[in-house]
């Protein structure tokens, strides 16, 4: 049987995680391989990391970085955060990444989509999309939650499937931050939509928000960030109680 | 030395990367002489059938590696590009195992993305793990069960995980995406011999 995965999120600037990490037994909280290949021990399914910078080089800080990662892991993982032409997308998985996400790129320019998907096939194409409701609608919102478009979520997912991506990280802008569990309308929704795999994020706060989603919708995986750098939810334990709920995951 | 056969498609250092973390020297190389002359042969692979074995035709890979005596292991694309026909792209395989490699039906998301586990385990490739052990897939397309089977795996329907016949071995997951099944997986394949 097909397990639900559990995602740990890293956010990187200037090579280091930020956001606060708050483990015992790492030397380096700050260093995303250390905090990465613990994750890893305690039995995380996969791994995404989200470049938080912007300027030229500290991108080449991150693609040094993607290249530790791989050497370092033997679980996958996605880079995502900033990325917006073929090229970047060439870089990141010349340096070992398993697959690229795209997000306000992929609203301001969806051929870019198909395009990413025909070069280097649609198993490696995240699209991120991130959601808010607006006067009784789900809008789809670019820069980070800034910005809202024109795009109604649902109407954008399809579009997204249908130009080739691989996997939906769906993140509800409402939910995200608040730690009260997942937003399960949007992505009951959204993944009983769309024929690709949806990573649900945002708002998880315990152990039993992973079950609700994981119950309760077609999400094939649950991402988090801070919950885990501060280790209010430990994977072990979070894998043993939705074992016990049965929710298939990898023991 | 262990040559991993470079062609247009994604994902081949993954697999070196792998082999230095078994402290294993290995090589990108789609040399002819190279590869037919290497103590292993790894055929990695994510990308599309059609214009990978149209690369493979090119290089003239396409004759040598049916004809390796050397151990030969194909991963994810790899393992569909060994196989008779393939529906993606309509692309003519190796041929290596006479079996098909189909798209899964709709029934359920595709692509098959994730950890599943493996069961009607055989042979040296799949010595020491047990069915409960998890490894990782991503694929649309899949290989039917066969007599080469020595593997299997079931989403949407069943299919063949890994294959072997004679010193072709095939994976249609990830080994070196697997966490420490997939290393032993490919320590067991480092420990096999070839045919004389």
Redesign the interface.
């Known amino acids: 049987?097909?397990?639900?995965?559990i995602i740990p999120c890293l956010d990187i600037k200037d090579g280091q995680t930020v956001k606060g990490v708050n483990f015992v037994n790492l030397t380096h909280a700050g260093d995303p391989v250390e905090l990465a290949k613990k994750y890893?021990d305690q039995g995380a399914?996969e791994l995404v990391f989200l470049d938080i910078t912007a300027t030229v080089e500290e991108r080449k800080t991150f693609v040094e970085l993607v290249k530790k990662i791989?050497?370092?892991l033997?679980?996958?993982f996605t880079v995502g955060g900033g990325i917006s032409a073929v090229e970047d997308v060439r870089k990141l998985?010349?340096a070992?990444a398993?697959k690229i996400s795209i997000n306000s790129s992929a609203v301001k320019n969806p051929d870019l989509i198909q395009e990413l998907s025909e070069e280097?096939?649609?198993?490696?194409i995240v699209v991120a999309i991130d959601t808010r409701r607006v006067q009784g609608k789900d809008r789809v919102h670019i820069k980070g939650g800034r910005e809202a478009t024109e795009w109604e979520t649902l109407a954008w997912a399809k579009k997204v499937e249908e130009l080739g991506a691989?996997?939906l990280l769906l993140t509800s802008m409402d939910a995200d931050g608040t730690k009260a569990g997942f937003d399960l309308r949007i992505t009951k929704l959204i993944a009983e939509t769309v024929?690709?795999?949806v990573i649900a994020s945002g708002g998880a706060g315990t152990k039993e928000d992973f079950e609700a989603v994981f119950a309760q919708t077609?999400a094939?995986?649950a991402l988090a960030a801070s919950i885990f750098h501060f280790g209010e939810v430990a994977i072990p334990e979070l894998k043993q109680f939705l074992n016990q709920q049965n929710i298939a995951v990898?023991? | 030395m262990i040559a991993i056969i470079k062609y247009n498609a994604?994902?081949v250092?993954?697999v070196q990367?792998?082999l230095?973390?078994l402290g294993v020297e290995s090589k990108v190389t789609d040399d002819f002489e190279e590869i037919r002359n290497a103590e292993k042969v790894i055929f990695p692979g994510?990308?599309?059938a059609s214009s990978a074995m149209r690369y493979l035709r090119d290089a003239g890979l396409k004759q040598l590696i049916p004809t390796l005596r050397q151990p030969v292991l194909g991963i994810c694309l790899g393992q569909q590009l060994m196989c008779r026909n393939l529906e993606e792209g309509h692309a003519e395989g190796l041929g290596i195992f006479d079996i098909d490699v189909k798209l899964f039906p709709?029934d359920d998301?595709?692509?098959?993305?994730?950890?599943?586990?493996l069961k009607n385990l055989k042979g040296p490739l799949m010595e020491g793990v047990s069915e409960?052990e998890?490894v990782?897939f991503?694929?649309?397309y899949y290989c039917e069960n066969s007599k080469y089977s020595v593997a299997a795996c079931?989403?949407i329907l069943d299919f063949a995980a890994a294959l072997q016949k004679e010193n072709f071995f095939a994976t249609q997951f990830?080994p070196?995406?697997?966490?420490?099944t997939?290393?032993k997986i490919l320590e067991n394949f480092l420990k096999v011999q070839g045919i004389k």
């Open positions: 049987m097909l397990k639900k995965r890893e399914d791989a050497r370092e033997s679980i996958p998985l010349n070992g398993d280097f096939g649609k198993q490696c691989g996997e024929n690709i795999p077609k094939t995986g990898r023991m | 994604g994902n250092e993954s990367n792998a230095f973390r994510v990308g599309e709709s998301i595709v692509p098959h993305m994730g950890w599943n586990n409960d998890n990782y991503v694929h649309s079931g989403y990830h070196e995406k697997s966490g420490k997939g290393t």
